[in-house]
């Protein structure tokens, strides 16, 4: 047992860090998942400038990702509707009414250059076997940007899950240029959806958001949604307002869907009813109005972490400078080697090196002729000659040695030279460099990338608060069942189906339930009262009871304001009797005493407003000792 035990917890740690690290969380330095990165490795590797089929694209990316075509078309979809890396062809799908793509035999893309731009540099990209072995992919890429906050992203791993929302693009890359000069900059979401957003409650990636439909109002007759809140479509927000109505919590007349490429969502209202009746409803009952919560998890240095924008910012302004640092390493490098490489073959052409070569029967002595020629112009050449130098140098061909333009090479040289003196100095203010970069990037991309949601403040509407009360509450004696949805009895009040009833009954008990199709309470109910805050406030209730153990009467006068949902609390003290109660704020309490020998008096009046308002823990003020015969309560 011991060792299944073991066994048991050793694959599920396997397993729950396999999808946690190559699953479900993207990596903060490229904000890719695994089958994202795979993708667009794949995208990348058989990029020729033309659309390859989508049901082809899957193919190659088989080779890497060991999870079937099914996940790789549904992720592809998905990530090419981003509009950011992958251009499309073909049915996508609608982001707006949720309609699904194509089958990726009919549909193609291919990578866009600003994915080469800012991702794409395998001189940089560290490689490791894929799953097979037999090919290699990328662990992440140089992504010159934080793609995981312009992308969002969205993970449910092994005890952990992340929720990333999308934010603009330019927005992100000025962030990040703000970022470099020692400046912050806040960074709020932004989606493809539009609509509006209210962040108060937004901690940097963390917390929450409140998201609603952007609602043209200007009819007092109909309304049209323009704009949805991020993670609805029209068939959801339809179907969620189809569904209020069917519940009787808002009134529409009917619904027109007339989406393309811009969201026009048409509800025309019922007689009678108007937009401002509708609207907080709209947000209160449906999907016009949501509630986001989320968590910006990442996978850094190999686990996962929690982070924040402006961390998330900060990472990729150091990633920045030290990808374009490396880049222009890996170009000056370049250019040294082929500014050698033209200083050897000038000095060979010009000075006639090939010359020495002509009597020379061995390889051995062909090479050595051509490096003891190269002796008088070491000081040119600044570096050690290779084999692969004097291979290259013997390869050319007569022809162009014939042609040989020597003012075109030394324009060449000259323009190696330039060039390397501009990297020098890039590289000695990389952050002006990097800054110089973003500036490109935003300037080319602005026009691509306008914010789509609204900054704004507003509060959520709470369903209690927007719900009509249409629903009239019934009390029936006989069966004792209370509710909406009683056929007889006698009818109470109108409700809504969020609000709560105070029953008091005859046994001096009390409790406050919530309304409900038919609930029953059984039959000894005296009273109903709508249990809202302002209501219990103006509501006392007078009750008179007797002592069972000292038969002496009591008057009690309080207000029930607090209460726990569906508790049975005890108007009556302990020991007690009910045998009167009312509501009225005035009033007079007319007893009356049984007939006994030397008692004069057989009836009294008190009025109810000379008792003052007590807790409900209160005993109350005694009224008289007598034996009473009957009690009345009359209005004043």
């Known amino acids: 047992m011991a060792y299944v035990d073991k066994l048991f917890n050793t694959n599920f740690l396997e397993y729950a860090s396999y999808v946690i690290k190559d699953r479900a969380i993207p990596h903060i330095d490229d904000g890719l998942k695994p089958v994202q990165r ?54 996508f799908g609608n982001i707006f009414t949720g309609d699904e793509a194509s089958a990726a035999r009919y549909i193609e893309c291919r990578a866009l250059p600003f994915a080469k731009r800012m991702l794409y540099n395998p001189e940089l990209t560290e490689y490791i076997p894929s799953y097979d072995g037999r090919n290699r992919e990328p662990v992440v890429f140089p992504a010159k940007m934080p793609v995981v906050l312009v992308q969002g992203a969205e993970g449910i791993a092994v005890g952990m899950s992340t929720r990333i929302l999308p934010h603009n693009m330019i927005e992100v890359l000025q962030a990040v240029k703000d970022r470099l000069r020692g400046k912050r900059r806040e960074l709020l979401p932004d989606f493809p959806t539009g609509g509006l957003i209210d962040a108060s409650a937004y901690d940097e990636g963390l917390g929450s958001v409140l998201v609603r439909a952007r609602i043209d109002t200007s009819d007092p007759k109909r309304l049209v949604i323009r704009e949805l809140p991020f993670g609805t479509t029209t068939e959801s927000l339809i179907a969620s307002i189809e569904n209020a109505a069917r519940k009787g919590k808002i009134k529409v007349g009917a619904i027109n869907d007339y989406t393309t490429e811009n969201v026009e969502i048409e509800i025309i209202l019922p007689r009678g009813v108007y937009t401002q009746d509708v609207v907080d409803a709209l947000y209160a009952f449906t999907d016009c109005e949501q509630s986001i919560s989320v968590n910006l998890l990442v996978i850094r240095d190999k686990l996962p972490v929690a982070m924040k924008v402006s961390e998330v910012i900060d990472h990729h302004a150091k990633q920045l400078q030290a990808i374009l640092k490396k880049e222009l390493k890996i170009e000056l490098g370049h250019l040294q080697d082929r500014l050698h490489a033209r200083t050897l073959e000038r000095i060979f052409i010009e000075e006639r090196l090939y010359k020495r ?107 209690r608060s927007a719900a009509a009360r249409n629903l009239s509450l019934r009390y029936d004696g006989n069966t004792g069942y209370l509710g909406y949805q009683v056929s007889g ?41 709508l249990a809202e805050k302002e209501e219990l406030s103006n509501v006392t209730h007078t009750i008179i009871y007797r002592n069972q153990e000292s038969k002496q009467l009591y008057i009690k006068r309080t207000v029930i304001d607090k209460y ?15 045998l009167a109660y009312t509501t009225r704020s005035r009033g007079v309490v007319h007893l009356t005493y049984k007939p006994k020998p030397n008692l004069r008096v057989l009836e009294e009046a ?8 007590k807790g409900t823990d209160a005993r109350g003020v005694r009224l008289s000792t007598k034996e009473v015969k009957k009690i009345k309560i009359a209005a004043k």
């Open 357 to 463: 070569i002509e009597d020379k029967d061995t390889q051995e002595k062909v090479k050595r002729a051509v490096l003891t020629g190269f002796e008088p112009f070491m000081d040119e050449i600044k570096r050690e000659i290779t084999e692969e130098d004097l291979e290259r140098l013997l390869k050319i061909p007569i022809r162009r040695i014939s042609l040989y333009d020597i003012n075109k090479a030394k324009r060449e040289v000259e323009e190696i030279l330039a060039r390397i003196k501009e990297i020098k100095a890039h590289l000695k203010d990389i952050v002006g460099y990097a800054e110089a970069f973003l500036d490109k990037v935003i300037s080319d991309r602005a026009n691509d990338f306008p914010r789509q949601t609204e900054m704004t403040s507003f509060s959520k509407v709470e369903a």
């Open 489 to 529: 009895g006698k009818s109470m009040f109108d409700v809504s189906e969020f609000d709560r009833v105070l029953i008091i009954k005859k046994d001096g008990s009390y409790s406050v339930h919530p309304v409900s199709e038919k609930q029953f309470v059984g039959s000894g109910v005296l009273n109903v009262v």
């Open 606 to 613: 008190f009025p109810i407003e000379d008792y003052l308002v």
């Open 564 to 578: 726990i949902l569906e508790k049975s609390y005890d108007l009556v003290p302990h020991g007690g009797k009910l």
């Open 38 to 91: 795979r993708i667009l490795h794949s995208l990348l590797e058989i990029d020729d400038g033309k659309f390859h089929k989508v049901a082809n694209v899957v193919g190659h990316c088989m080779k890497y990702h060991p999870h079937g075509d099914a996940s790789i078309g549904s992720a592809l979809v998905v990530l090419a509707n981003k509009d950011l890396f992958i251009e499309k062809q073909g049915n």
